[in-house]
């Protein structure tokens, strides 16, 4: 009776064992799986990861703000086209004026450096001007 009881808990206990080892093989797996984006995949996804944006601002003769910029693209692999651009005008004080968007119908290839130049009639009282990438597409 002992021979069999052991017997049966041993087989127990080596199905149980099995079982396991298989659990955490897919489980392994399956991390692995969703883990193991290219290069390519998690650039083309997360443009405003990989791209720059500095400017400055100055007034021309007319009381236009020109809004002179640059985008770099420091992406390894993708190159991305259309980029928008949100502008922000702010007063002395540091109180957002206004807000516009820009698009540059331009396509910047990974590691290069695009200048950009726009004309807006900003609000009074603005003095700085901030820039921010709000999106862009990937280039094929």
């Known amino acids: 009776m002992k021979l069999i009881k052991t017997f049966l808990f041993a087989t127990i206990l080596f199905v149980v064992a099995c079982n396991d080892k298989d659990k955490k093989q897919d ?3 399956d991390t692995y799986e969703t883990s193991k984006m290219t ?3 998690i ?4 443009p405003k990861k990989f791209l720059k944006v500095e400017g400055r601002d100055k007034h021309n003769l007319i009381g236009q703000t020109v809004v002179k910029g640059k985008i770099l693209n420091t992406a390894t692999v993708v190159a991305y086209k259309d980029v928008t651009i949100k502008i922000s005008f702010f007063s002395k004080t540091g109180t957002l004026l206004e807000e516009d968007e820009e698009t540059i119908y331009d396509e910047i290839k990974s590691g290069e450096t ?3 130049k726009s004309k807006f009639f900003a609000p ?3 003095s700085d001007v901030k820039l921010n990438i709000i999106n862009a597409k990937v280039s094929k």
């Open 27 to 29: 489980a392994k797996s």
């Open 124 to 126: 009074k009282g603005s």
């Open 39 to 41: 290069i390519s995949e």
């Open 114 to 116: 695009l200048e950009f």
């Open 43 to 46: 650039e083309s996804k997360n």
